[in-house]
């Protein structure tokens, strides 16, 4: 390198000044509030890196949270509410009068099954269910009266 | 314990990154080119206090900057870029940056390098000459001339491609002779 600076007066460096450039440099970076025992910038390498893992974990994390969240299962019986209100809703009024039908068919059908049922032996006591009844029962039981005679059954030896 | 002064130009950036010592890698790297960015920015400023200035906002760049540094270009011409837009900065505030004229630009050839005479008395002469020159052509001159830096490493420092700085340094060195022919 042709540095002849040293031999030109027009460039020479004062007597003494790179001796103390090191200190006067350090003053004025304190001055300027330069932080002179780390450098200001984390290594760009790694700066970005570990924001960059943070960011993505938190993603990932909310990304689970979320599929969680969509895959709960709901309550079965609002299933079924819903399902039976929109049935409800979306039926004509001739869809319910038809299923209104039905229900009354199948209504005659059980009391139909239930009349045709033998009377249980038990006597009219077992289907009465007042205290009152229940003692007239018992009274009628002690006559040697038993239910279900008719009246004329009962009294047809009486002459009023 | 590591011996700083063995340590090349280009491996101090990683050093500085790594150490828990920064600032010893940093006196390291001040220490080693605070005559060269000195000399470099007081050519371009010419006087000493600009110059001192300079170099001082050159260091404090390069500690800011160090950690970024990617290694994309040579280590001491990173330094030099930084020196020589700092020096600009000043001139630029005092307004005596010229920069280049489209024509510089346009002759380019094969340029030899021509051999300016050097005794001491020519040579306060040619940095008469030097001084004539538009701002950007000294630059150019100085980092060819007296730091002997190739035309990429110039085209780094400058941000200005080869076949430019070659036309610039043509035309400076045509200017020079031209100044020194008068004066001799």
């Known amino acids: 390198m042709k540095n002849n600076n040293k031999n030109n007066e027009r460039h020479k460096a004062p007597e003494g000044y790179f001796d103390s450039f090191n200190e006067r440099l350090l003053e004025r970076m304190r001055s300027e509030g330069i932080d002179t025992q780390s450098s200001a910038k984390s290594p760009l390498r790694i700066s970005w890196l ?12 909310a990304v689970i949270a979320l599929l969680l969240w969509n895959r709960k299962p709901s309550n079965p019986g609002n299933e079924i509410v819903k399902t039976n209100t929109v049935k409800a809703d979306s039926l004509s009024k001739q869809e319910i009068a038809s299923v209104q039908e039905t229900n009354q ?8 099954e239930e009349l045709s049922e033998p009377e249980p032996k038990s006597p ?4 009465s269910h007042s205290p009152e009844e229940q003692a007239l029962e ?3 039981e002690e006559l040697g009266l038993t239910g279900g005679e008719s009246g004329e059954e009962l009294f047809g030896d009486l002459e009023i | 314990m ?43 400023l010419e006087n000493h206090e600009d ?20 290694g994309n270009s040579r280590f001491y011409t990173w330094i030099y870029r930084i020196a020589t837009n700092e020096a600009l900065n000043i001139l630029r505030k005092n307004r005596k940056w010229e920069p280049f004229e489209e024509g510089e630009l346009n002759e380019y050839a094969a340029i030899s390098e021509p051999a300016l005479p050097r005794s001491a008395e020519i040579e306060n002469r040619l940095y008469e000459a030097i001084e004539t020159l538009p701002k950007k ?23 200005t491609s080869v ?22």
């Open chain 2, 2 to 44: 590591i011996e700083l002064k063995s340590i090349p130009d280009d491996q101090l950036p990683e050093l500085f990154l790594s150490s828990l010592n920064k600032q010893s890698v940093f006196s390291e790297i001040v220490n080693r080119y605070k005559e060269k960015v000195y000399f470099h920015v007081r050519r371009i």
């Open chain 1, 124 to 127: 009219i006591i077992q289907t």
């Open chain 1, 138 to 140: 018992k009274e009628l």
């Open chain 2, 163 to 184: 076949g430019a700085l070659k036309a610039s340094y043509f035309h400076a060195v045509k200017k020079i002779e031209q100044q020194l022919t008068k004066t001799l």
């Open chain 1, 50 to 61: 570990k924001p960059a893992i943070a960011a993505a974990s938190v993603i990932t994390i």
């Open chain 2, 51 to 70: 110059a001192d200035d300079a170099a001082q906002l050159t260091f404090i760049k390069v500690w800011q900057n160090l950690p970024a540094f990617r």
């Open chain 1, 105 to 112: 068919n199948q209504l005659i059908s059980i009391i139909d």
């Open chain 2, 137 to 159: 052509q000294q630059l150019v001159f100085n980092l060819r001339y007296f730091e002997e830096f190739s035309y990429e490493d110039i085209a780094e420092i400058t941000g």
